[in-house]
């Protein structure tokens, strides 16, 4: 089973979020999903940028990186959106990533270092039509097509957040196939 760190997107560590957690629990992973907004949500992606604006975007993605302390190594990462911030950071620099799990964002590789680090599997999870997950689009190809650990699925739709079961966006049919990987690439690992 895997130990998974598991960051949420803008709009704070939903009902949704928590939920995706809980299935992955309920398989057998242990799932540590930190509260980076101290329990603050948002209605809007508007919202949560405000605040996070407010906060200031490095405080919060420190608080995400002290969330990693303690945990140990051999750490599966992941991340919703702003969440792959975190994430895809700690899993190209933290020795010891077991894997990466890209939710509705990624980043150019070369934002944390000169490539993917070599057997750290990852999948990236977007939809084609999302304004957001379209300026990544670039990167997560690039990525998927530099690693033979990388995997890349774009899904039919323009929802950002598209997992969250708890937010207008929610695509229940997206969300079980992106759900039913996600379990295959944590079995594997």
């Known amino acids: 089973m895997a130990d ?4 949420h997107h803008i709009q704070g560590l939903t009902e949704g979020v928590q939920a995706f957690a809980e299935a992955l629990r309920k398989d057998g992973h242990t799932v540590h999903a930190p509260d980076l907004f101290d329990g603050r949500t948002f209605d809007s992606i508007e919202e949560g940028f405000g605040y996070a ?3 200031g975007f490095d405080a919060i993605r420190e608080r995400g ?3 990693a302390e303690g945990l140990g190594t051999g750490l599966v990462y992941a991340g919703f959106s702003f969440g792959v911030t975190i994430a895809q950071r700690l899993a190209q620099t933290r020795p010891g990533a077991r894997g990466a799990l890209l939710l509705h964002s990624c980043l150019p590789v070369t934002e944390f270092g000169e490539a993917w680090p070599k057997g750290v599997p990852v999948q990236i ?3 084609e039509g999302d304004e957001f ?3 990544d689009l670039p990167a997560a190809r690039e990525l998927a097509g530099a690693s033979e650990d990388a995997e890349l699925f774009v899904y039919p739709g323009d929802q950002h957040l598209f997992t969250d079961s708890s937010l207008p966006a929610y695509d229940p049919e ?3 196939l992106v759900m039913e990987r996600v379990r295959a690439f944590l079995a594997a690992i």
């Not at 998974?4 to 960051?7: A, G, K, N, P, R």
């Open 125 to 127: 999870h977007g939809k």
């Open 133 to 135: 997950f379209d300026e």
């Open 65 to 67: 990186a002290a969330a």
């Open 53 to 55: 604006r407010e906060t």
């Open 4 to 7: 998974v760190l598991l960051y």
């Open 174 to 176: 997206a969300a079980a």
